[in-house]
């Protein structure tokens, strides 16, 4: 019916107003819808009381409605997350009634003529009400005539949100056909409603009918529709007591499933990822190992049922399982009784274990299960590999790790000869492979090796710098620090020759015996002098000598290092403890020659004053003060010297003396000195023991005019002295002005040294 209403007041029929239609019918009927939707019963029973209203007018409102959806998790069952979403729908008054669980007006609009069986984008009202969960209306909504397939989409709602007693009414309405019971009865298994499976089986569902369904998995990830049994359907959504309730019911596990993702050649053993699905079907046991349950439950019902020793194209449940990745499966068919060294058996009799196909899969948490159990750690493959050298093949570093620590041989070859080190090196993968050994001996646990000439856990810390590592193994009583390589090195031969100074300190502390030689005839200490980083080296040498006395460092002087060095604290100490200041070490230098090279005064003057020989020279001619010249003016020139001079002086020599200032003829006389009386004697009278004032190199004038006509006024050696009574007396000694110019050193030196004693 259409009215006609008009905007503001006026004298008289519609007088000055706008006048305009109106549908009172979709007015009134709108109102209801939403008197409905705000479960107003009062202003919706007024609504349906009007002779106008249509019950079954179709609008939209804005309709918050219960959803329930799958969220699938990695080894846990698949999880039904209630939420809620909010959006504008195409809506009757009975849907809306049936939506809020509003009892009353549901009745009165059934009583009106409201269609029981008008479908929505929605469903059916059925639908709502048990969506919502509301058990009476929807027998009030059956009894009023709900069509099949109205129950039918109510059964399947009610199955998503797990409502048993939902489920037990409409089957009880005898409209439901077996196709969609069977439907209902597998999306409760796949979403875990155990009291709804349980209705559904006691109401005549079969237990193993087929139907196809959509599988949901995160691992493996599945996503599909697939023709199975409901007991696969639970599996694979991981179930567990849906699959136990489906086995007591009597579910067959005899038929085979097609879920699979891995395929392999049975001739090489070679394993293929060809997606879900798309693999050979297999038994159900399979299938719950590679849709594994965290906490095994599944598998372990299935094995209950069926052996665990049943292969598949030469591999059994075991290698499935490592195949697969899953540690959780491994562990429970072991502790069902599989076979831990079970092998895997192809056409071609290429032979490989369990433990071979954890390390060349990189599976470190499997193979540690597996290890375990009590697995052959060395167990080899037909080419003689061990999983050890298949980690290093496949770079693997947590295999790697996990074998270490578990004590696998690294001292084994295969049949090609290679050693896990070797495989590593040529694989270019030798960094990683050290570094993870590395890691498990800083742990605490030392490598085994069966042949230490394959690999030695010493030499390879060594070799590798790792001070941290070095020190891991030192303090272990098994460790033998003197072990050789086929080349004859030791490991502190291999920290000298790859400079690495504190790695050689730990080992010489340590005990190590630096003179054992390789092959070639050296020793740690020859390495050592071939470094670059020598000083640091022979420090530590020098520092281990002096802390505990120790003279065991052949090839290594101490004194001779403590003097090239200058450190005079050392030199004194050394001393004290018997060193020979005198001793030539293995190039024929003395100490004092080294300290004099280096121009160290100090050590020389206290070298000498034990006993050190200026005099000595080495194989290439070379004495102290030749090696102190090469430097510019230092010290320990001056200290030679002074000592050379004073040498000579107290000692004495056959000189030629001239008399009465150079008129008569020289005569040879034996010159010294007295050190107590700094008294420089030629004989035994007074005259001929006197205390010199000056000496100076060379002749004086009156001299040489004297001797000019001889023709020996300038000849090389002459030196002269001035006495205390200022009397002049010249000398020619052998060996000419240099030896002159040592002469007046020693004279004046000791004068000087009587004169302030």
Known sequence: MTVFGHSGAGVGFLAGKQVFPVNYEAEVCRRLLEASHSNDLTLALECIADPFVDVNFVGDVCLKVRKAEVVTHAELPNEVRIIYEEFKTDVTALFLAAHNGNVALVRKLLSTGADVNHKLFRGFPTTSAVREGHLEILEMLVKAGSSQQACEEA??????????????????????????????????????????VDTLLKLGVTVDATNRVLLQ??????????????????????QVSVVRLLLEAGAKTDGPVQLGAWSWDAASGEEFRVGAGLADPYAITWCAVEYFEATGTILQMLLQRLDSCTSHSGRTLLHHAILCGNAGAVSVLLKCGAYVESPVKTTRNIEFRPIHMAARRGFSSVLKCLIDFGCDLDARTDTGDTALMISARFKSEDCLKVLTRAGADFGLVNVAGESAISIAASNRWKLSFQGAVLEVIQSGKVPKSSNTSVFSPLLFVARSRDLLSLKALVGRGEIDLDSQDEQGFSAVMITAAEGHVEGFRLLVYAGA?????????????????????????????LDFALEQGSRNAAGFYALHCAARCGDLDAVKLLTTRGYDVNM??????????????????????????????????????????SLARKMQKNEAERVILDELA??????????????????????????????????????????????????????????QKMRQRKGDAELPGIFRVITAKNKEVHFVCEGGSEMAALWVRGIKLVTREAIFR
């Open 217 to 238: 998995s995160s691992k493996p990830s599945l996503h599909t529709n697939v023709d199975c049994t409901a007991l696969v359907a639970a599996i694979v959504s991981r």
């Open 646 to 703: 004073r040498k000579l002086v107290l000692t004495g020599a056959q000189v030629k003396k001239h008399i009465k200032g150079g008129k008569g003829s020289p005569h040879m006389k034996i010159l010294t000195m007295v050190e107590a009386a700094g008294i420089l004697r030629w004989g035994k009278s007074s005259r001929r023991n006197v205390v010199c004032q000056e000496a100076e190199v060379g002749p004086s004038l009156r001299f």
């Open 155 to 196: 059964l399947l709602e009610a199955s998503c949100h797990g409502h048993a007693r939902i489920v037990e009414v409409l089957m009880g309405s005898d409209l439901i056909r077996p196709r969609i019971a069977i439907h209902a009865f597998f999306t409760a298994c796949c979403r875990g409603y155990v009291n709804v």
């Open 513 to 541: 015996n630096v003179k054992l030689q390789n092959k070639s005839g050296e020793t740690a200490v020859t390495l050592c002098v071939l470094n670059p980083n020598r000083d640091r080296f022979e420090k530590v040498l």
């Open 584 to 625: 030539s070490n293995g190039d024929g230098y003395t100490p004092l020659m080294l300290a004099a090279r280096e121009g160290h005064g100090r050590s020389c003057e206290f070298l000498i004053s034990c006993g050190a020989r200026c005099d000595m020279k080495n194989a290439m001619g070379e004495t102290a003060l």
